[in-house]
């Protein structure tokens, strides 16, 4: 048998500018002299930072080759969830069985060197939708008023939604792997169900 317990934390950080102009009269400056050009000036600048948490551990267990059991229990945080859903809870297990160890096989080992029957069962957690995805975003927005001056303001891009939380796919499988022949021949059979739950999607307003 064999144990691991680890722990893993990731962060990832973002900053960006631009800059933009247009109608200049020559290209020798390049990007040198943005200032230089008679367009409209675009100026932008943006910054993030994700950071990611795991506990996890797994146990493994062989008798004999015949009997196989793995299990992993994974605990992930992630901060752009909302205070309350931080954290998800994601279990794993599998079970194996070589049915061409036992006893009662060995009469027809030359023609079946293998015949493992397996299931498994888990949940893994999805948590890419961006940074801070549970609190409302206002995006900035330039106007013209009737004296055809420039406003800038804000609106309501994003609702805030502190109950979003990790999405997790849920698989259970059942497989079979095989060679016969003296091993001429060999290959695997595999049924399996996945379910998605609490997808994690942007929905913008209109």
């Known amino acids: 048998f064999g144990l691991m317990v680890g722990y893993s934390r990731q962060t990832y950080k973002t900053e960006a500018a631009t800059l933009g102009n247009s109608n200049f009269i020559t290209d020798a400056f390049l990007w040198n002299n943005i200032n230089a050009g008679a367009g409209t000036k675009v100026t932008a600048s943006s910054k993030g930072e994700n950071n990611f948490i795991s506990y996890f551990t797994r146990f493994n267990y062989s008798y004999k080759d015949k009997y196989m059991l793995t299990s992993t229990i994974r605990r992930d945080g992630a901060s752009v969830f909302a205070k309350n859903n931080k954290y998800g809870l994601f279990p794993s297990i599998a079970v194996g069985w070589d049915v061409s160890q036992e006893s009662f096989m060995r009469s027809i080992d030359n023609y079946v060197s293998q015949f493992k029957i397996r299931f498994g069962y ?70 399996y169900d996945r379910v998605v739950s609490d997808l994690l999607t942007l929905k913008p307003i209109n």
């Not at 609106?155 to 091993?183: A, C, H, Q, Y």
């Open 122 to 191: 888990g949940q893994t957690g999805n948590a890419s939708i961006g940074g801070s995805a549970f609190g409302a975003f206002y995006a900035q927005q330039t106007y013209l008023n009737p004296e055809e001056s420039i406003l800038i303001g804000v609106f309501p891009s994003r609702l805030e939604n502190p109950d979003l939380k990790w999405e997790t796919t849920t698989e259970k499988n059942l497989g079979v792997d095989f060679e016969i022949f003296n091993k001429r021949v060999s290959g695997s059979f595999e049924i």
